[in-house]
């Protein structure tokens, strides 16, 4: 299994980035995105099951920002809008075998290597 991330980059407050993550290896579950800011606990973002019929967001990113995934190439992307200066992190896809409605980080086996978010104010 193998999850490459990309996208991201400096903007500043109120812009947007996408970042994407190329998954390949074995078909999954559940997808997410997490991220680390800095002197922080890696926490969670988005997560979504792999048709994209459920999707569960962190309350800080609930209308700013979208998961979402092209069938056509196995890529999930995270749409993020209204970009915010605490929204600078490390952020890393990962995914999971298995999909239930209340899964949690530790159900996420594999991680791609993160991609870094700067937002200036």
């Known amino acids: 299994v193998q999850l490459q991330a990309s996208g991201g980059g400096l903007v500043q407050a109120g812009g947007s980035l996408r970042l994407s993550c190329v998954a390949s290896?074995?078909?999954?579950?559940?997808v997410g995105w997490f991220r680390r800011a800095p002197g922080k606990e890696r926490e969670f973002v988005a997560i979504?099951?792999?048709?994209?019929?459920?999707?569960r967001y962190t309350d800080s990113v609930k209308g700013r920002f979208t998961i979402s995934r092209d069938n056509t190439d196995n890529t999930v992307y995270l749409r993020m809008n209204s970009l915010k200066p605490e929204d600078t992190a490390v952020y890393y896809c990962?995914?999971?075998?298995?999909?239930?409605?209340?899964?949690?980080?530790?159900?996420?086996?594999?991680w791609g290597q993160g991609t870094l978010v700067t937002v200036s104010s």
């Open positions: 979504m099951d792999w048709r994209g019929a459920y999707k």
């Open positions: 290896g074995r078909t999954f579950g559940g």
């Open positions: 990962a995914a999971a075998t298995s999909w239930y409605s209340g899964l949690k980080e530790s159900d996420f086996h594999s």
